[in-house]
C-alpha cells in the first residue's frame, strides 16, 4: 500500500514540475475560467473540438500543488478522445474523488489522474483536485459564467 502511495506521489509531483498541456491553444473553439476559493487556485482551460473530439487542450493558471497537476492529468486524460469519452473521463474522475470506488482506478478510463484518488481523504484538497475537470466541462458545455467550487 506504501509503495502505492508512493508511486501515486510520483506521478503527482512529475506532473506539477512538468505540467503536460500548458498554455491556451490558440485556435481553442472552447473554454472556460474556474477558481476555488477555499484554496485560491485559478485555472483556465481551452479547448479545441474538431470532428467531435477533443483535437487540442491546454490549461493556464496557479494554485496549489494538487491543483496544477491535477489540471495537467486532465489535458492528458481526455486529449484525443471524443467529447463523449471525454465526458465519461471526466464523470468517472469526479465519481473517483467523491463517492470512491476502491482502488480500481484502472477500470476508469482516467490513466494516470486515478494517482488522485488519495485527495479523496482530505475533503478540502478534493475541491483542488476536480477544479481543472470541472472547467474543462465547463467549457465543453461552452458556459460562459466563471465556474466556482462553492
Ligand atoms: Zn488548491
Redesign the pocket.
Known amino acids: 500500500m506504501n509503495d502505492l502511495s508512493d508511486l501515486y506521489q510520483e506521478i503527482i509531483m512529475d506532473h506539477r514540475r512538468n505540467p503536460r498541456n500548458e498554455g491556451l491553444p490558440k485556435d481553442h473553439t472552447h473554454t472556460a475560467d474556474g477558481f476555488?476559493p477555499f484554496?485560491g487556485?485559478k485555472v483556465s482551460v481551452a479547448v479545441k473540438i474538431e470532428d467531435g473530439s477533443i483535437a487540442d487542450v491546454g490549461f493556464k493558471g496557479e494554485?496549489?500543488a494538487?491543483?496544477m497537476a491535477s489540471a495537467s492529468l486532465m489535458t492528458e486524460t481526455v486529449s484525443g478522445k471524443s467529447v463523449d469519452d471525454a465526458t465519461a473521463s471526466f464523470e468517472a474522475f469526479r465519481t473517483l474523488l467523491t463517492d470512491g470506488v476502491g482502488d480500481n482506478s484502472e477500470d476508469l478510463d482516467i490513466g494516470d489522474a486515478g494517482a488522485l484518488a488519495g485527495v479523496r481523504a482530505y475533503p478540502t484538497r478534493i475541491k483542488?483536485a476536480i477544479l481543472s475537470w470541472h472547467t474543462f466541462k465547463s467549457a465543453l458545455d461552452n458556459e460562459a459564467a466563471p465556474v466556482t467550487t462553492e
Open positions: 476555488n484554496c487556485d494554485g496549489c494538487i491543483s483542488c
